[in-house]
């Protein structure tokens, strides 16, 4: 298994793991809490935003090891 194939294997089970999801949600739901309350605080507000894009940022790693892995297997000479 290549580096890439590696990376892209751990980014799967990651995404799939019934535990990274819920703990994912809980702190999804619970930053999109802050933004529906009135009475949230600014600093609160950019700390929520902040949090969310790392999330996003987390996601969007994974999804590119996955792609990383499938341009290599396209790459790669058919035997």
Known sequence: MTKIADKAARAERLRTSSAFKEFYQEVVDEQSAVFANPAAKPDEISEAHAMIRALS???????RARMAHKLEQKRAPKS
């Open 57 to 63: 940022k987390l996601t969007n790693q994974m999804g």
